[in-house]
């Protein structure tokens, strides 16, 4: 019964980290399209001009494995967050880039920006580097500045050995490497 237990609470916590991303990734949309929605879109024009990304606050989780990650390094920032709920979600919540992708099919002008890539062998999207730099930059050039700077000087994520970054070539922008997270972390989060 414990252990049932214990994996619902995972589940939850999982389950939460998941939707808080995909919100973010909604909201990053809705700026940088700033079009019209209807009144009962929870992402209005109005919305969007009153809220700030930090606003966007995901849940505490805390009886989890992930929340007792996130409470042992207490000096994470939102953006170290997003990075790691990026890394889980190509595992355990791919639909959660669908509207990314929705978004690159509807309109002409390609997402360019939100990064990802395509495998040889997984045709849904994988978030980069320059995903997570443009979900938490929120388009602020000094901003993704600073973040791209802490990607090369003992960023807390990386250090934790948690997520690490698939190589890219000099001639790629900066963050176009696939987010990698640890497998033996999956399995701890799973629960």
């Known amino acids: 019964m414990r252990t049932e237990t214990l994996t619902n609470v995972h589940t939850a916590a999982l ?3 998941m939707d808080w991303l995909t919100r ?3 909201f990053r949309l ?8 209807s009144e009962a879109d929870p992402l209005s ?5 009153r809220l700030k990304m930090e ?6 989780i805390p009886e989890s494995a992930l929340g007792q990650y996130y409470l042992e390094h207490p000096g994470f920032e939102f953006a170290d967050r997003v990075l790691v709920a990026l890394g ?4 355990i919540c791919p639909r959660a880039f ?4 929705l978004y690159r099919e509807r309109d002409e002008i390609s997402l360019y920006e939100a990064g990802g890539i395509k495998s040889s ?4 999207f994988i978030p980069t580097g320059m995903t997570w730099l443009w979900l938490v930059s929120s388009g602020k050039t000094d901003e993704y500045a600073r973040q791209l700077a802490r990607l090369y000087k003992n960023h807390p994520v990386l250090e934790s050995g948690i997520i690490r970054f698939s190589a890219w070539n000099d001639s790629e922008p900066s963050g176009s490497g696939a987010i990698m997270l640890d497998k033996d972390f999956l399995v701890k989060v799973l629960g």
């Open 98 to 101: 669908a509207k990314i992708l």
């Open 121 to 124: 062998q997984y045709d849904g």
């Open 88 to 91: 889980l979600a190509v595992h």
């Open 45 to 49: 024009k109005e919305w969007v001009k």
């Open 30 to 37: 809705a700026l940088r399209d700033n079009r019209e929605y």
């Open 15 to 17: 389950r939460k980290e």
């Open 24 to 26: 973010l990734i909604e």
């Open 55 to 60: 606003q966007v606050a995901p849940q505490e």
